[in-house]
């Protein structure tokens, strides 16, 4: 895949750095909504890959932060979300997040979540292979049962240190106890103005330096070991799915077109049409939540 030449630091920027999939010709078929045709496939396949966006997420209730309607306070998303502003104010960034991490402590995997982790368990005790590439940064899948995961953009349940560099999981509520009662969205609350001794701290020996979050940035480069992880398991899957992804931000956009360049069938689970749309062989429109369950279901041809 030519994802291999985009996989070195510095060469792939995170989500601002969105550009569009053209889409198939005229001359193109329209991708198939049938069932029992994909259900076929589904049966014989022995490694899928399937890719997650945020249409997953939201099933659940979980907040995007996009649209007329995604600012925390009076700031938007990319406002916060940059090495910049964590720099500027790492108090503010630190109560954004830990209100998506609080809020995602109220949240609960959906039937889409679930259908991957049961079918992923389900087929490994067939000898056969289901992985799971993500956009998201909640953890649903994992929450789900989902074991093989790769997620592109890191996780609001992992921290990095500032100094030394260390990232570990981290699900404390509240992640210290100067966050306690804090990050509230409302636009009228004013920021806490956190010392910035008192915000996460490293807990290697002798280190104590700042934690970040665990993510990758607006203007960061994405995790290189992770793409080549990806690309392996695009480049060897022989069915893919496409879950609640817009198919509009890179690299993730191209993964699953170029699958489907070189015959490996392709199926689209989403509320809309994308981009990408026309280049696959399936598509099932709809929520995930329930398009997605009876198509990963045991199949007959599986056996007991």
């Not at 079918?119 to 590439?133: A, T």
């Not at 240190?161 to 409302?186: L, R, V, Y």
């Not at 910035?196 to 020996?205: A, M, N, Y």
Request: proline letters at 7%; one cysteine or more.
């Amino acid at each position: 895949m030519t994802v291999r030449l985009l996989t070195c630091r510095g060469a792939i920027t995170s989500h601002l750095s969105a550009r569009r999939v053209h889409p198939r010709g005229p001359d193109m078929a329209r991708p198939s909504s049938d069932l029992a045709a994909f259900r076929e496939i589904f049966s014989k396949a022995k490694h899928i890959a399937i890719l997650t966006g945020a249409g997953v997420s939201a099933e659940s209730g979980v907040p995007t932060f996009r649209g007329a309607g995604g600012y925390w306070r009076k700031w938007q998303a990319q406002e916060l979300a940059t090495p910049e502003a964590f720099s500027r104010n790492p108090s503010r960034v630190w109560e954004f997040y830990h209100y998506r991490r609080e809020v995602m402590l109220t949240k609960s995997p959906n039937p889409a979540h679930v259908a991957i982790a049961e079918c992923e368990e389900r087929l490994s005790k067939q000898g056969r292979k289901v992985s799971v590439i993500t956009q998201n940064i909640d953890e649903l899948h994992r929450r789900a049962g989902s074991k093989n995961i790769l997620e592109l953009h890191g996780s609001l349940f992992k921290t990095r240190c500032m100094s030394c560099g260390h990232e570990s999981a981290n699900h404390n509520s509240p992640i210290c106890a100067a966050m306690e009662g804090k990050g509230a969205p409302d636009p009228n609350t004013s920021d806490a103005q956190i010392p910035v001794e008192d915000l996460p701290r490293c807990e290697q020996s002798g280190c104590r330096g700042l934690l970040r979050p665990a993510v990758v940035w607006f203007g960061e480069t994405l995790d290189s070991d992770i793409l080549s992880s990806a690309e392996e398991e695009l480049d060897n899957c022989d069915l893919c799915l496409v879950v609640g992804t817009s198919s509009i931000v890179y690299p993730a956009a191209m993964f699953a077109p170029q699958v489907a360049a070189r015959g490996v069938p392709v199926a689209e689970f989403n509320m809309e049409n994308t981009p990408a749309t026309m280049r696959f062989k399936f598509h099932f429109h709809g929520p995930c939540g329930t398009t997605l369950p009876p198509a990963l279901e045991r199949h007959e041809a599986e056996g007991n």
